[in-house]
């Protein structure tokens, strides 16, 4: 059974730091691409940042870019996800999803097959 297990949640107040892990089992990274989105209260679901397991390649949203880094253990099965200087915006349920390595738009939820359990992260001001 694919599985993959979203865990480093938290309530940090501005500027401050977290890094989310996301372990999956059932596959390798090799093979897939690994995506984090997150969701506010009321708000879509949005595409944050994504790693091929295949050459490492990376993408971000705009709102994120310089500030989160994603990287990856395709050994352990592992993708990490670094936040820094988060801000209020930045609250919301994050996701890790698992997809084919060959997709083209990164950000689309329909691109992903897997999905973990998503953890809360909540930034005060």
């Known amino acids: 059974e694919v599985q993959l297990q979203a865990s480093g949640g938290g309530s940090v107040q501005a500027g401050g730091s977290l890094r989310l892990s996301c372990t999956a089992s059932?596959?390798?990274?090799?093979?897939?691409?690994i995506g984090w989105f997150r969701q506010a209260p009321g708000k879509e679901r949005e595409g944050v940042s994504r790693i091929r397991g295949s050459n490492g390649r990376t993408n971000y949203a705009d709102s994120v870019k310089g500030r989160f880094t994603i990287s990856s253990d395709n050994a352990k099965n592992t993708v990490y996800l670094e936040m820094r200087s988060l801000k209020p915006e930045d609250t919301a349920v994050y996701y890790c999803?698992?997809?084919?390595?060959?997709?083209?738009?990164?950000?689309?939820?329909?691109?992903?097959?897997?999905w973990g359990q998503g953890t809360q992260v909540t930034v005060s001001s």
């Open positions: 999803a698992a997809g084919g390595a060959g997709m083209v738009h990164w950000d689309l939820e329909s691109e992903y097959d897997y």
């Open positions: 059932g596959f390798t990274f090799d093979s897939y691409a």
